[in-house]
């Protein structure tokens, strides 16, 4: 297996022909000139799910809303669809609105998205700005309802749903205007466990129905179930490393240098502990310093251990 110095890479080749979706050299920094992305190349094909790992702050809600077309690169050029993408070129029709058909997102706060009455409304908006027929509109409400659940929550303002039934709503919408390309920042972020597995299932479909899917998270666990390839974003906000799910999440040194596990030490009696894990914990790794009196660490023999 390639060790994370052999992965390590300023800029992610994912060695399958043209990419659907190209990042290069791309610099972008908010007001202030506070930098979100510092030279960041990526490639997405057709078809992939990739996951993007990184700590909070690298980056990864800038780097989705790029590839959205919500904000544009101050350095560096982004190319989808064999087309370079600008703020001119998306104002213009008819690829603009052949872009925002295609490419659809869900925020990491949901409630950003969610502006109208009822969820009934919040499904059929973007098929409606497509000027899609009043029925096609309505077969696709029903269909999106049947397929997240949805059927009682219909006449309910977004509002007033619990954080996963927005998300679902949320990401209905998104999906009902049918896009070849899902872009999700942080999906299962504050969801309980049932929640959270229930919005992986959704996201596995929409990646054996085709779709390309980029998932921006730091919940590790979820990652093996989404997606066939990731990329580690570091805290220089650029690409640390690239590969396998099994990979990536084997390689304790990489996820320690990009601040997706952490470490903790502490004494039990006679001897010291330390372990590193995220949470929630996809490691559990742990050194016993055998020997040595509380509140000295030691050197002593190592005991390392990993749970999945």
């Not at 909070?56 to 800038?62: D, L, P, Y």
Request: charged share 25%; aromatic share 6%; glycine share 12%.
């Amino acid at each position: 297996m390639p060790t994370s110095s052999e992965r390590h890479a300023d800029e992610d080749r994912n060695g399958s022909g043209d990419p659907l979706l190209r990042l290069a050299d791309v610099h972008f920094s908010y007001e202030g000139g506070i930098p979100a992305l510092s030279g960041l190349t990526i490639s997405v094909s057709a078809g992939e799910r990739l996951a993007v790992l990184g700590a909070n702050g690298c980056g990864k809600s800038t780097l989705l809303r790029l590839l959205a077309g919500l904000i544009f690169p101050h350095r560096g050029t982004y190319n989808a669809f064999g087309r370079e993408i600008t703020d001119t070129l998306l104002g213009s029709s008819p690829f603009g609105m052949f872009f925002r058909k295609e490419v659809g997102i869900l925020f990491q706060n949901v409630d950003a998205q969610l502006f109208n009455a009822t969820v009934e409304e919040e499904i059929a908006f973007g098929p409606l700005q497509m000027d899609e027929a009043r029925d096609e509109v309505a077969r696709k409400v029903r269909d999106a309802a049947e397929a997240f659940g949805l059927g009682t929550l219909l006449g309910r303002p977004p509002f007033a749903l619990s954080g996963g039934e927005k998300r679902k709503v949320a990401l209905a919408a998104v999906m009902a205007t049918d896009p070849s390309v899902l872009l999700l920042d942080e999906p299962t972020a504050g969801l309980d466990p049932r929640s959270s597995s229930s919005l992986v299932d959704l996201i596995l479909a929409a990646g054996e129905g085709g779709k390309t899917v980029v998932t921006a998270t730091h919940d590790l666990h979820i990652v093996q179930g989404i997606a066939t390839r990731v990329l580690v974003i570091g805290e220089d906000r650029k690409v640390l490393a690239a590969g396998t799910p099994e990979e990536i999440l084997s390689d304790r040194e990489l996820l320690l240098a990009a601040n997706l596990v952490h470490r903790h030490r502490h004494a039990h009696e006679d001897y010291w502990h330390e372990h590193e894990h995220e949470h929630p914990g996809i490691f559990h790794g742990h050194e016993h310093d055998h020997g040595q009196e509380p509140g000295r660490p030691g050197g002593g023999p190592t005991d390392e251990g990993r749970n999945r």
